[in-house]
């Protein structure tokens, strides 16, 4: 018999797995989950794969319905527009109360993250890399940084299918480059007043995705992709 710590290890693989699957489009919106073939697919019984699910519903990357199966969260366009009206409201509350603190040493490494960015070809990999960026323009591990973190996963689908649109990338490093000019100046009104012109910006490509293709945003990322 599987005892409870081995189950909770076997959901936190599936949760994993699956949050993959949801993140980088590799399951369309609306996508049923089959606890059943999900079990047989992990080689587990069905009490670790209904854990993961439930984990994922808690975080809203999957939804359900009595009697229903668990679907892959649909997103309309006014919901990533909400989203990022969230974000940049979050982003910007981040800067006002982390910015004055960080030093040159801080700014150094985000500008080298912002080089990172420039050349990265891996569209996962330029993904992590810019919410590193983000994330330590808020602070780093704060609690207003967590709660960036998880309005950027309910939209990370779209992130990754908005690198379809390659003129995005180059224009939001120099975004970025801009955000961190003001920042060297201790101009905080003008890196947020710049920070939240970037985050608009990117709304916009996420929209247009989101608009343009629904949910058939499936598949592998080509090598260029917005923050």
Avoid at 152 to 175: D, F, K, S
Wanted: proline residues 3%.
């Amino acid at each position: 018999m599987t005892d409870a710590s081995e189950r909770g290890t076997q959901a936190d693989r599936i949760y994993a797995e699956i949050r993959r699957w949801i993140v980088q489009g590799e399951l369309a919106e609306g996508e049923e989950l089959n606890q059943v073939a999900l079990a047989k697919r992990f080689g587990v019984s069905r009490i670790p794969v209904r854990e993961a699910l439930q984990r994922l519903q808690a975080e809203r990357l999957l939804t359900a319905e009595p009697f229903r199966r668990h679907q892959v969260t649909r997103l309309t366009t006014d919901d990533v527009e909400e989203l990022m009206a969230v974000r940049s409201e979050l982003e910007c509350l981040a800067l006002r109360i982390h910015g004055h603190r960080l030093d040159q040493s801080d700014l150094a490494d985000l500008h080298r993250l912002n080089k990172t960015l420039q050349t990265e070809a891996d569209p996962h990999q330029w993904l992590a890399t810019d919410w590193e960026f983000h994330r330590r323009l808020a602070g780093g591990d704060t609690a207003v940084a967590d709660f960036i973190g998880d309005v950027r996963r309910r939209i990370h689908r779209y992130l990754n299918a908005a690198a379809r649109m390659g003129a995005r990338h180059p224009v939001a490093v120099n975004e970025h480059a801009g955000i961190l000019e003001a920042l060297g100046a201790a101009d905080l009104v003008l890196a947020e007043d710049r920070l939240r012109q970037h985050i608009h910006n990117t709304a916009g490509a996420l929209k247009e995705v989101a608009a343009a293709e629904g949910a058939d945003i499936t598949g592998d990322a080509p090598a260029e992709t917005p923050s």
